[in-house]
């Protein structure tokens, strides 16, 4: 499915017109409302009341509200005499007289507490999940109740040329992905636990990893032999050595089981040479099982780039992508791309790219950033902005900070970690596209050659910021892709270690409720240190502050005996 759109202005302002795939789309402002027709085949009349119901529901609370008011403030004025609501209230005041300074001392103290105690909560809570809990709570149990609305599905925005709706394409936006270029466990991952003692892998990450070498490896497990229902196991034990030693256990039974080989160079093997013997034995015994073998070759093309021999890794890259043309979702030519910058081999990354940049394949960040390293390439060493603001810009410099801006909309999170805003980490085995984890793994292994391009990361640090105008309401709407899918940052705290801060993208504002509590907090522990340190003072500006807070009911208790007939309240008041 292409993620990429061409976007063009029609004569009218509330219509876009989109290209997707050589089809054509009209979005317009008319189309913004929930699509109530499923694949059931609904009434539209049914479904059009409903919805009307729901509106006027909607529309009548709020005046349903200020009746209800209005109700209260009369009842309480016609049972204020048989009720006594004068005495009460003269008692209330002389038992409030009567109270000490410590008193209120004690109860704004008291009020500081809690408020600070939710605030913690509620802060906590936000850096931990993104959201208000009280909001949160709020939206999914209250408003329900108030007759609130469910935000419009994105389904039925796209409106074919003729008018009729048409669903919009089914976009993976959280998909979670194999990382193409993911560490080594044994040799890499390991070690950075051993030196930091730091878990650089979630249990979430390696337990999707432990679901792809099951499927992989296995395959029919109607016809699994011995050794293979032993691995099968293994790929799923959590324990490290528990996993090692159901490989071991497996050659013991087959010693040409290449699967268990595979696990011991991944995991048992301590460097990246011993983890190539493993796999080099695991090759030669592999038979003619397809997905060992691809899987094989090209952790040896990627043993072979980490120990510096890249021409051949490359050419066993490109060896492996013309066995097996149709196995493009693997993304070997990401690995590529990546050992040809290493050779700086910018003609051949160029003759990649012209195959795999194609607005009909899904997009990646080593794509979209790799193109426009090239562009930048090609302009950054003599960019100057001081000269490019006097003369404007050419037609090369405007290529390239498009294909910035194009890059930056596609993974916004890339940026800070190429200009070292942000501190990198280990990428994780699997990545989600747009999102954060999918910007370190880039960076991870890209940054040198950013480097290695004099200028390019000026250039970018020039114009990456620009984007954001391009699109102000990117999770609504996108200028060269899709919108922003607004599940990454869950995605990503599930996929990236907790040590890591997770970069969110737009960036959230602080929830009310946090700036609330944190102002009440505030407010009351004021109160309290005023009330204890000057009692008097503060009981003098009280009761001033009640006298005018209860001063507009007190004139609209006397403009309501002056407009009534007494004997009408008299009569009310027998009734």
Known sequence: ????????????????????????????????????????????????????????????????????????????????????????????SVFLNTLTPKFYVALTGTSSLISGLILIFEWWYFRKYGTSFIEQVSVSHLRPLLGGVESSSTTGLFSSVNGEAEPRPSVSECKVWRNPLNLFRGAEYNRYTWVTGKEPLTYYDMNLSAQDHQTFFTGDTQQLRPEDAVMQKAWRERNPQARIRAAYQAIEMNHECAAAYVLLAEEEATTITEAERLFKKALSIAGKDINLLVYIKRRLAMCARKL???????????????????????????????????????????????????????????????????????????????????????????????????????NPHVPKYLLEMKSLILPPEHILKRGDSEAVAYAFFHLQHWKRAEGALNLLHCTWEGTFRIIPYPLEKGHLFYPYPGCTETADRE??????????????????????TAGLCSFTAILAMLTHQFPELMGVFAKAFFSTLFAPLGFFADKMESFMPSSFWHQLTRI
């Open 1 to 92: 499915m292409a993620e990429m759109m061409n976007v063009s202005n029609s004569s009218h302002l509330s219509t876009l017109w989109f290209t997707v795939n050589g089809d054509k789309y009209r979005f317009s402002n008319n189309n913004i409302r929930r699509n109530m027709e499923d694949t059931t085949g609904s009434n539209p009349q049914s479904l059009g009341f409903t919805e009307k119901l729901k509106s006027w529901l909607s529309w009548s609370w709020t005046y349903v509200c200020f009746i209800w008011f209005g109700m209260v403030l009369i009842m309480i004025y016609v049972l204020w005499s048989p009720l006594k609501l004068q005495e009460t209230l003269t008692s209330a």
């Open 308 to 410: 510096g021999r890249i021409k051949e890794a490359v050419k066993m890259m490109r060896d492996l992508m013309k066995e097996f043309p149709l196995l493009g979702m693997l993304n070997i030519h990401e690995n590529l791309l990546e050992a040809l910058l290493e050779l700086q081999a910018y003609a051949d990354v160029q003759a990649v790219l012209a195959k795999y940049d194609d607005i009909s394949l899904p997009k990646s960040a080593t794509i979209c950033y790799t193109s426009a390293l090239l562009k930048a390439r090609a302009v950054s060493d003599k960019f100057s902005p001081e000269a490019a603001s006097r003369r404007g810009l050419s037609t090369a410099e405007m290529n390239a900070v498009e294909a910035i801006h194009r890059a930056v909309e596609f």
């Open 495 to 516: 996929l990236l270690p907790s040590f890591h801060e997770v970069s969110v993208y737009p960036k959230k504002e602080l929830p009310f409720f946090i700036l609330f």
